[in-house]
């Protein structure tokens, strides 16, 4: 007799779509409940110790929190429809005067104002920020998205050369710069500069957000390049996650998979 | 969905899958906050189960992005020692204290894709949806998953042993 695999009897327990067929034999066979009994106890085990892990959530302070960056979105996309800029979160601690931009001054009041207004029902506010964000991409059951979705708004470059688009921002310690959607065998190069400033490039498509020396490119496809400045520590770069070099005080650490390096550059290409 | 319902019923959900892939409050707070700040951003649409599909998998995106790398990992958690929530009884503190860091700990043993598995599908996500948020074949997720359930319990059982 064939009993069911392991798997096979998580499946049954979780009732999922893959173990209709294994369903009719656990009824008559006893080794196979008895084993399945076992999979249902383990399932008691971590679900237990999982819960315990569990905390309290300032919810009201959490909605608060969204509501105002999404209204930071709405209004900066009402003052330049191209822009790629948006608000990332802010750093526990930090001051709250983050943006320098002159539009992103005044997204930040357009936040505060539409932020409180739509907090009242039946606000026009909520309204108009409903028009400004709706009408976006419809996921399925199961999302197809990646990270950033399949719908990436259509963004204008901050900077672009032959690559196709990019973006080059002044350099601010402790620089971070990070780069998704990459996959294997993709060239990055990272360019050493003397200018504080740091630039990502990358294929059409790709798009680049940038706030307190944190670069952020969800990139289309490679090769992407990275124009770092030469002196600047802290600096790391993360290519889907992995750290591919650090600069500190004390020096440049390389851990990501390089082809080929310089004193100009150093060529990575990705697994 | 409006706003309010949306939040609802996804952020405790989503912000209890973020602490427990991180241990620590504040980057749980921020991906789970970041990833609907997204779901807005790009202008996602659909049925809640799909839309809490997606943030479910942004935010496990933006947590390997941002924690993956062991040593932060490390770190964060040496810096952020899970605590426990407020109980009356000092007995209980201590208990639930040890219970969360021997968890954690079971966690914390686990390889990334694991953990991820192990608490998406402890957040009630179907093979299919937990195959598609980590990206591995839907027919291998019950092997990989039963394989991370024995690990966390084995996990578990380690730490309980006494030193």
Known sequence: ?271 | MDFDTLFDALYPPLVRYCHRMTGDRDAAEDTAQEALVRLYEHKVEGPEPALRAWLFKTATHLIRDRYRVDENRRRLLEQNPVTPTKLDEPDQVLERGERQAMARHALDRLPERDREMLLLRYEGFSYKEIADAIQVAATSVGTLLARAEKKFVEALERTEEPA
């Open chain 1, 1 to 271: 007799m064939n009993h069911i695999s392991e798997e096979g009897l998580l499946a049954l327990r979780d009732g999922d779509d893959l173990a209709a067929a294994d369903a009719g034999h656990l009824e008559g066979c006893v080794e196979c409940q008895a084993r399945y009994d076992d999979v249902e106890a383990r399932a008691r085990t971590v679900s237990a110790a999982l819960e315990v892990l569990d905390e309290s959530w300032d919810i009201d302070a959490a909605r608060a929190s969204v509501r105002s960056r999404v209204a930071a979105v709405a209004a900066a996309r009402a003052a330049d429809p191209a822009s790629t800029v948006r608000p990332l979160a802010v750093p526990r601690g930090a001051s709250s005067t983050v943006w320098r931009a002159p539009l992103a001054r005044a997204a930040v009041i357009v936040l505060l104002l539409g932020g409180t207004a739509s907090a009242l029902p039946g606000s026009p506010v909520r309204d108009w920020l409903s028009t400004l964000l709706g009408g976006g991409l419809v996921v399925e059951e199961i999302p197809g998205a990646g990270v950033e979705g399949a719908s990436a708004p259509s963004a204008a470059p901050a900077a672009a050369d032959a690559q196709g688009t990019g973006i080059r921002v002044a350099a601010e310690a402790p620089l971070r710069i990070s780069i998704l959607g990459l996959g294997p065998d993709q060239d990055v190069i990272v360019r050493w500069i003397a200018v504080d400033e740091v630039a990502v490039l990358a294929p059409a498509g790709s798009r680049f957000t940038s706030s307190d020396g944190r670069v952020e490119a969800v990139v289309s496809g490679g090769p992407v390049t990275v124009e770092l400045p030469r002196t600047m520590t802290p600096a790391t770069l993360e290519v889907g996650g992995r750290i591919y070099l650090r600069r500190s005080a004390d020096g440049l650490e390389v851990t990501g998979p390089t082809v080929d390096r310089s004193d100009d550059r150093i060529f990575f290409r990705t697994r």
